[in-house]
């Protein structure tokens, strides 16, 4: 859209996932490969610290790289301590909410596809046909 001078724009920004404090990440290497964390704290431009509930670790500082932004973003403030973090993640219900993400279903039906049988992909072969 040409904005006439004087005029807005109402055009959106297409990208929406921000590394910000409360955003929802999915670990994508290392120990941790599947397990979601929230962002606490920003170090610099190549890593921050990630608190998350399913580590050994409560706040673990990670690369971008080993990281994935999601759509889900929990209300904190910078630097939250491990109990903080938690109370805000339960109130969140990050969980449940990730469980219905899109996202989560197709990781959910990869690993299932994955974890099945020669007469499980048999039997679904089957069913397709009829």
Excluded at 54 to 81: F, H, N, P, W
Excluded at 96 to 113: D, G, H, N, Q, V
């Amino acid at each position: 859209i040409n904005a006439e001078y004087g005029e807005r724009s109402t055009r959106r920004m297409g990208f929406t996932r921000f590394v910000e404090m409360g955003r929802v990440v999915l670990v994508n290497y290392g120990d941790d490969t599947g397990k979601l964390g929230m962002i606490t704290d920003i170090i610099d431009q190549n890593r921050c610290m990630v608190y998350s509930p399913e580590t050994s670790k409560a706040i673990t500082e990670m690369s971008y790289k080993r990281i994935s932004l999601t759509d889900l973003k929990v209300a904190i403030q910078r630097g939250a301590r491990p109990r903080t973090a938690s109370k805000a993640w339960t109130d969140a219900a990050i969980e449940e909410a990730w469980s219905k993400t899109s996202m989560a279903k197709k990781i959910a039906a990869k690993r299932r596809k994955a974890a099945s049988s020669d007469f499980d992909r048999f039997k679904a072969m089957v069913a397709k046909k009829k």
